[in-house]
T-cell receptor
């Protein structure tokens, strides 16, 4: 059972565009929602994370929007750059179970 | 300094063989994990250890046996390898459960022929 559903599977944008990646979760016990970025041949690395007590969080060009009632959250990348080309994973966890449950990933290509 | 290091980075072996992957973290974290990333990039938790104690075992075949000799090390031994075991295996660690941040190694790509 996939507890975190992610879309789209892949995304191509032009440089300067604003790609948006969406995730939906089922488990209402989740209380931590991070986004990880993975480059080819590397392990995933934390990009930005949010907790359900806020509806939005910004760090640099990256923004998470969170909708608790809809059980959805999304990642927006402002002014995207070719260097942002990577696979992005949403994830969720709760303090009772430390392991992250990941979405299926979105491969983002930012064209020059 | 590499925070989470795994060896080997690449492993090619025949079906039926036994192999091990080693992981070490120098972050002083209490919790370590093994994740499997399949050919479609899907990341799935396999095991988690906290202070050498197994706390998560996610319906993984018992051909997979994790071992944590101390809280800085978590090894994965796989017996009787099958074609479907081909994947990238990631080790990760975390400290503060309130932040939930996992630090991943660079992965060990296992190919079973």
């Amino acid at each position: 059972q996939q507890q975190v559903k992610q879309s789209p599977q892949s995304l191509i944008v032009q440089k300067g565009g604003i790609p948006i990646i969406n995730c939906a979760y089922e488990n209402t016990a989740f209380d931590y929602f991070p986004w990880y970025q993975q480059f080819p041949g590397k392990g995933p690395a934390l990009l930005i994370a949010i907790r359900p007590d806020v509806s939005e969080k910004k760090e640099g060009r990256f923004t998470i929007s969170f909708n608790k009632s809809a059980k959805q959250f999304s990642l927006h990348i402002m002014d995207s750059q070719p260097g942002d080309s990577a696979t992005y994973f949403c994830a969720a966890s709760n303090t009772g179970r430390r392991a992250l449950t990941f979405g299926s990933g979105t491969r983002l290509q930012v064209q020059p | 300094d590499t925070a989470v290091s795994q060896t080997p980075k690449y492993l090619v072996t025949q079906m039926g063989n036994d192999k091990s992957i080693k992981c070490e973290q120098n972050l002083g974290h209490d919790t370590m994990y093994w994740y499997k990333q399949d050919s479609k990039k899907f990341l799935k938790i396999m095991f988690s250890y906290n202070n050498k104690e197994l706390i998560i075992n996610e319906t993984v075949p018992n051909r997979f046996s994790p071992k944590s000799p101390d809280k800085a090390h978590l090894n994965l031994h796989i017996n009787s390898l099958e074609l479907g075991d081909s994947a990238v295996y990631f080790c990760a660690s975390s400290q503060d459960t309130s932040t939930g941040e996992l630090f991943f190694g660079e992965g060990s790509r296992l190919t079973v022929l």
